[in-house]
C-alpha cells in the first residue's frame, strides 16, 4: 500500500503568544492536510498519522515555506521490535530551586489555588499528561536527605540546610506528600535513597514506612501519620550520581559496589518484591565504563536497573542541529552501554534494564534554581528522545525528564499564580497519549538524514501511529509511505 503527503503541512491560520519574554512561544497551528485520497481506500486499519516538524519554527515567520524538496521514502512493516514500557515517559521532581517549593507545592494557606497544599494548576496539566512514573527525592538532593525529617505533622519538621543546592529545606513536602500527589497525578512512586551520607538501615527503614504492614514499628508509624494502608512503592534506587565529585559523599566504584549489595540485602530483607536501581555512568568514557563493569560484576545479582543520566550540555540557544541531532548520540551511548551490560551478566540469568532516569537539555543560561528559557526546539530533542526509546524498548525500561516543574523545565510557574506549559511538554502529551505499545521496524531511504520515524501499534492490531520528525528547518520533505503487510479490512 502507498501513499503520499507534501511535510511539512500548509500553515493556513496561526495564533501566537508570547508568554513571557523569559520563556519560549506558544504556537497554535491550524494545517491544509495533503494527502491523495487513494490512502484511504487501501487502508485496512484505523490508522493515526501525525507529524511533529521543524513547521513549527518556521511558522513563526507567517509567510508560505519556501525551500528544497528532497523525496523520501518510507516502509512501516509488521515486524514487531518489542513492547514500550510505559514507564519511559516518566518525570522527576527534586528539592532544587523552585521545583518542589512553588512548582509542585505551595501549602495550604497559600494565596495560590491549591489541594491540600498542592497547586493546583500544576497538578492539572501534569494528569493531562498521566505520567507513569515520578522520581524523588533527587538527584544530588537524595544523597543528603534523611527521610525521616519529612513525615509527621509539619508544623514540627525541622527545617535543614540544602547542602546539595543551597537554601533551606523546610520538610514541607515529605514522603507522604510525595505519595499523595503520585496518587492525584496517577503516577507510579520512584524513591531514590540516600548513599552519600545515609545507611543501609535507614533505607532500609525507609521501605518498611512505605511498604510495611501496621504491625511493623515504620509501617505504625505511617498508620499514626494518617495512612494505614501500605503505599507499596516497587521502584527505589540506590543513591544518584556516586561517582561525581559534585555529589556528597561520592566514592570509587569498589566501594559504591559493596554499598549496593548491603543497601540491597538490608531493603529487600524487608519487602523482597522490590524493584532495585544502582548507580551508572553514561558518557564517562574509559572510567565511566569501568564504573559500570565493577557494579554490574560485585552487584548485578542484586539489581534491576542501571541507572543513566544525559543531558545536552549547554548547547549555544542558537545551535539547533546540536539540539535536534543530539537524540541519536544517545541512542548510540545506549546500545554501547547495554552491549556491556548483557555481556556481563550473560551467564548469570539476569536481565538488567536501563533506567535512563535524569535526561533534557542543560542551556548555558540555566540561573539560579535552574530556571532557564525553553527554545520550540526542545520539543523536537523531546519527540527524538521518545524515537530513541521506542528503538530500544527491549533496553530501557524507564527514563524520567529533569525536571517536571521550573528546573530546567517542562512546566513553569511563578508567585503571581500564573503557569506556562512548553514544547517539551507538549511533546510528552503528545506521544503519551498517541503511541501505540508495539514497535514496529520501519525503513527510511533518506540519504540526507533529515526524517527521524517510529512506528507503533496498539496491542490488538487497530490502530498504527506514525510519528515523524522533520528535523530541517530549510527542506521540505516528499515522502511516500509504504505499509508492508497489512492486509485491508475494507475495500
Keep these: ?238 543513591g544518584n550520581e556516586i561517582f561525581g565529585s559534585w555529589e556528597i559523599g561520592h566514592m570509587d566504584a569498589d566501594t559504591y559496589a559493596q554499598k549496593v549489595v548491603e543497601f540491597a540485602k538490608a531493603m529487600k530483607n524487608v519487602d523482597p518484591s522490590i524493584k532495585l536501581v544502582a548507580v551508572g555512568w553514561y558518557g564517562g568514557g574509559d572510567e565511566g565504563a569501568s564504573w559500570n563493569r565493577k557494579v554490574l560484576e560485585v552487584a548485578g545479582d542484586y539489581i534491576d536497573y542501571l541507572s543513566l543520566h544525559t543531558y545536552c550540555w549547554k548547547p549555544a540557544p542558537d545551535d539547533y542541529h546540536t539540539i535536534v541531532n543530539y537524540p541519536l548520540e544517545v541512542e548510540k551511548e545506549l546500545r554501547q552501554i547495554a552491549s556491556m551490560v548483557e555481556s556481563v551478566m550473560r551467564n548469570r540469568g539476569k536481565d538488567i534494564k536501563i533506567s535512563l532516569d535524569e535526561w533534557g537539555v542543560w542551556y548555558p543560561d540555566a540561573t539560579e534554581g535552574l530556571m532557564q528559557s525553553v527554545r520550540l526546539c526542545d520539543g523536537l530533542l523531546a519527540a527524538g528522545v521518545f524515537h530513541v526509546l521506542h528503538r530500544l524498548c527491549n533496553i530501557v525500561s524507564i527514563a524520567n525528564f529533569a525536571q517536571l516543574v521550573n528546573a530546567l523545565p517542562a512546566i513553569v510557574t511563578n508567585d503571581e499564580g500564573e503557569m506556562y506549559v512548553n514544547p517539551i511538554y507538549l511533546a510528552f502529551k503528545l506521544y503519551r497519549h498517541n503511541s501505540g505499545k508495539i514497535v514496529l521496524k520501519t525503513m527510511v531511504e533518506d540519504s540526507n538524514d533529515i526524517l527521524d520515524v517510529s512506528a507503533t501499534m496498539d496491542r490488538d492490531g487497530n490502530r498504527l501511529y506514525l510519528a515523524v520528525i522533520n528535523k530541517d528547518p530549510s527542506r521540505i520533505v516528499d515522502a511516500k509511505i509504504t505499509l508492508s503487510d497489512f492486509k485491508p479490512r475494507n475495500m
Excluded at 11 to 40: C, Q
Excluded at 43 to 49: E, G, H, K, V
Aim: proline share 6%; net charge positive; aromatic share 12%.
Design 1 to 238: 500500500m502507498k501513499c503520499r503527503w507534501r511535510c511539512p503541512w500548509m500553515v493556513v491560520n496561526d495564533s501566537l503568544t508570547i508568554a513571557s519574554n523569559a520563556y519560549s512561544s506558544t504556537l497554535k497551528i491550524m494545517m491544509k492536510f495533503l494527502m491523495r485520497r487513494e490512502f484511504w481506500k487501501h487502508l485496512n486499519r484505523r490508522i493515526l498519522l501525525w507529524m511533529i516538524t521543524t513547521t513549527l519554527i518556521i511558522g513563526l515567520l507567517n509567510k508560505p515555506i519556501e525551500g528544497e524538496v528532497v523525496n523520501v521514502e518510507i516502509m512501516v512493516t509488521s515486524n514487531k521490535v518489542g513492547e514500550i514500557d510505559p514507564k519511559i515517559y516518566g518525570h522527576f521532581i527534586e528539592h532544587l530551586g523552585r521545583c518542589i517549593y512553588g512548582g509542585v507545592w505551595v501549602g495550604e494557606k497559600s494565596k495560590i489555588p491549591n489541594l491540600r497544599g498542592f497547586r493546583l494548576d500544576v497538578l492539572e496539566v501534569v494528569k493531562e499528561m498521566n505520567p507513569p512514573v515520578v522520581r524523588w527525592p533527587g538527584g544530588c538532593f537524595s544523597d543528603t536527605y534523611h527521610w525521616k525529617d519529612g513525615v509527621g505533622p509539619r508544623d514540627k519538621r525541622p527545617k535543614r540546610p540544602n547542602p546539595a543546592w543551597g537554601g533551606i529545606e523546610t520538610n514541607q513536602f515529605g514522603t507522604d506528600e510525595f505519595i499523595e500527589w503520585c496518587r492525584l497525578v496517577g503516577a507510579e512512586p520512584f524513591i531514590v535513597v540516600n548513599v552519600g551520607s545515609g545507611t543501609p538501615q535507614e533505607a532500609a527503614e525507609w521501605v518498611e514506612y512505605c511498604n510495611g504492614d501496621v504491625d511493623t514499628t515504620y509501617g505504625r508509624l505511617r498508620m499514626e501519620n494518617g495512612h494505614a494502608e501500605p503505599y507499596n512503592v516497587k521502584y527505589w534506587s540506590i
